[in-house]
């Protein structure tokens, strides 16, 4: 069983015994949530390519999205245009290993978060964001949700984030985002995938 599951099932477990994820809509809806969740579930990994833009306040980012998630290790890469700036982060918890764009190495074992915040200035959600990329919410924090008429996520807030799911995608029977703004105090982060590939553990 691979880490992602692992989390899934977390979720479930911690749903069920603490109550800690708030599910408003009719029953039918959430019906259609619970079987949509179960087939996002059975993702083991993806890879995925699009666009990224960040404001704060004053400051502004745009620039080209690459991730894969795979069943021990994920890597991120962010290049600015004409392949200015951004940054490669690869690894797992626990053990991140940042590239900047001036080619800087930093081995990042605790608190990624932090460690993002103090190298760009913003503190990048990106442990939560491989949850939301996929329409799910991060299984460590209470979420609070909105939801399409086909039981998709369309609102989640969680960890003092707004994240908000515009549009999905069929991949492989399951539906994706593929347009996402995540929302903090004067943080915007619009993410918006252009490609999706995914693997599964499980058959359809």
């Not at 809806?29 to 704060?56: C, K, P, T």
């Not at 999905?168 to 915007?188: E, F, K, M, Q």
Request: aromatic share 8%; net charge positive.
């Amino acid at each position: 069983m691979n880490s992602l599951q692992r989390a899934w099932i977390g979720l479930g477990l911690a749903c069920l015994l603490t109550g800690c994820v708030s599910i408003p809509g009719t029953p039918a809806r959430e019906a259609l949530w619970r079987i949509h969740e179960s087939r996002v579930a059975e993702i083991s990994g993806f890879e995925l390519d699009g666009q990224i833009g960040v404001i704060d306040r004053s400051r502004g980012f745009t620039g080209s999205l690459a991730w894969h998630e795979g069943r021990s290790e994920s890597l991120v890469l962010v290049r600015g245009p004409l392949g200015s700036g951004g940054f490669r982060l690869s690894g797992h918890p626990g053990h991140w290993v940042l590239l900047t764009a001036r080619g800087r190495q930093v081995v990042i074992r605790h608190g990624l978060r932090p460690a993002l915040r103090r190298w760009f200035g913003i503190p990048v959600p990106l442990a939560s964001l491989r949850f939301w990329v996929l329409g799910l919410p991060d299984p460590r924090f209470p979420a609070a949700f909105s939801w399409t008429a086909r039981g998709r996520v369309r609102t989640l807030r969680q960890d003092r984030w707004r994240v908000t799911l515009s549009q999905y995608l069929s991949i492989g029977g399951r539906a994706l985002p593929t347009n996402l703004i995540l929302t903090h105090r004067a943080i915007r982060i619009h993410v918006r995938v252009g490609r999706w590939s995914i693997d599964r553990d499980k058959p359809s």
